[in-house]
């Protein structure tokens, strides 16, 4: 079966694309051919996995996700992007560049409060945004697990951990 599902983000979020702007910014964001951000499937497969191994089901696990690089795992998640009617109307008024936006950040000395030198660093950020992907190949007994697996990811991507990146997923229910 496939498994759709919305990923709906609440703040600011940042998948990286490993890629600089040169002086400008530190880390930019994943990118399609179109400029629109995305969220690649192996980051949602492995957040689901990481996710997975906390309900103790080594079944669901090894059959959705693999087993550990000897068998691999029978879903394949697509890449999570807007919806192609967004995408469309996004592009066709050419307003990519206002789905980004530039937040700064420096590390401040504990001993003297002031600002260390070169420490200053910028990164791209997405704005909040709705996107939509899928899983397919999702053996029929395991809808209930992906399912609770994707609603247990509540953060994603870079500084996930100092306020970037809220979500949650909405898993579409007549499939």
Same mark, same amino acid.
């Given at each position: 079966?496939?498994? +759709?599902?919305?990923?709906?983000?609440?703040?600011?979020?940042?998948?990286?694309?490993?890629?600089?702007?040169?002086? *400008?910014?530190?880390?930019?964001?994943?990118?399609?051919?179109?400029?629109?951000?995305?969220?690649?499937?192996?980051?949602?497969?492995?957040?689901? +996995? /990481?996710?997975? /191994?906390?309900?103790?089901?080594?079944?669901?696990?090894?059959?959705?996700?693999?087993? $550990?690089?000897? /068998?691999?795992?029978?879903?394949?998640?697509?890449?999570?992007?807007?919806?192609?009617?967004?995408?469309?109307?996004?592009?066709?008024? &050419?307003?990519?560049?206002?789905?980004?936006?530039?937040?700064?950040?420096?590390?401040?000395?504990?001993? &003297?409060?002031?600002?260390?030198? $070169?420490?200053?660093?910028?990164? /791209?950020?997405?704005?909040?945004?709705?996107?939509?992907?899928?899983? +397919?190949? #999702?053996?029929?007994?395991?809808?209930?697990?992906?399912? *609770?697996?994707?609603?247990?990811?509540? *953060?994603?991507? #870079?500084? +996930? $951990?100092?306020?970037?990146? *809220?979500?949650?997923?909405?898993?579409?229910?007549?499939?």
């Amino acid at each position: 079966m496939t498994l +759709r599902y919305q990923l709906k983000f609440y703040d600011y979020w940042h998948i990286g694309s490993g890629l600089s702007a040169g002086a *400008r910014l530190d880390s930019t964001v994943i990118k399609d051919q179109n400029d629109l951000p995305y969220v690649a499937g192996k980051i949602i497969k492995g957040l689901s +996995r /990481e996710m997975a /191994e906390t309900l103790d089901d080594a079944d669901f696990v090894n059959t959705c996700f693999g087993n $550990n690089g000897i /068998e691999m795992g029978k879903c394949y998640f697509s890449n999570a992007q807007l919806l192609e009617t967004t995408a469309k109307h996004i592009c066709s008024l &050419n307003l990519q560049s206002n789905l980004y936006d530039i937040i700064a950040s420096t590390k401040i000395d504990e001993t &003297n409060g002031v600002a260390e030198d $070169n420490s200053l660093r910028e990164i /791209e950020v997405v704005v909040p945004l709705e996107l939509c992907g899928e899983i +397919r190949d #999702l053996p029929e007994n395991y809808k209930e697990a992906m399912t *609770r697996s994707l609603k247990m990811i509540k *953060r994603m991507g #870079l500084n +996930r $951990n100092r306020g970037l990146g *809220r979500c949650e997923f909405f898993v579409e229910e007549n499939q």
